[in-house]
């Protein structure tokens, strides 16, 4: 089984959003027994909240389904997934803090890494802006998870 942790500031927005568009390129695949994923927060301000209502408005317009609970990352999240999944270069710098001895350095990526149509850095929050900006968060996710995806196959 293949885990993969999907980690953003918050853990309402984008490592939500990820995990869901994921999930069902997963099921569409019919890997669910093969692949795992999970979605974790740099900060725990909302732990224990559901995604953003805003973000699971927009996703769900596009079937996907966003069940997750916020949760901060945790040190045994480095030895419980395969890929921890960074959204942006805040959130890449604190896990790469976290692994103080540089023991994970080779399953901490960034989500953009495996985009094939956007050439970014980073997925964007959307947290304090409107409507189009998790439709970004989508497409950018979108084309991320399907070269993710693809990454893990040829692996």
């Known amino acids: 089984m ?6 953003c500031m918050g853990n309402i ?19 669910g027994n093969k692949i795992e994923c999970d979605s974790a927060g740099t900060i725990s301000y909302h732990e224990g909240d ?4 805003r973000m699971r408005e927009h996703a769900s317009l596009r079937g996907y389904e966003l069940n997750s ?3 901060k990352f945790m040190q045994q999240d480095f030895e419980n ?11 890449y710098s604190q896990i790469k803090m976290l ?28 947290y304090y802006g ?3 900006g998790f439709e970004t968060v989508l ?5 991320a998870c399907g070269g993710l995806l693809r990454f893990l196959k040829s692996k």
């Open 50 to 53: 559901p995604a953003d209502a």
């Open 81 to 91: 997934f395969d890929w921890i999944i960074t959204m942006d270069e805040n959130n």
């Open 139 to 143: 497409d950018i996710l979108e084309d």
């Open 130 to 132: 409107g409507s189009q």
């Open 69 to 71: 609970i916020s949760r």
């Open 99 to 126: 692994d103080q001895w540089d023991n994970y350095n080779y399953k901490i990526r960034r989500m953009t890494d495996f985009c094939e149509t956007h050439k970014i850095t980073a997925v964007p929050d959307p």
């Open 13 to 31: 927005c984008r490592s939500p959003c990820a995990e869901g568009v994921m999930n069902s390129l997963i099921k569409q695949k019919g890997l």
């Open 2 to 7: 293949i885990r993969i942790l999907f980690v």
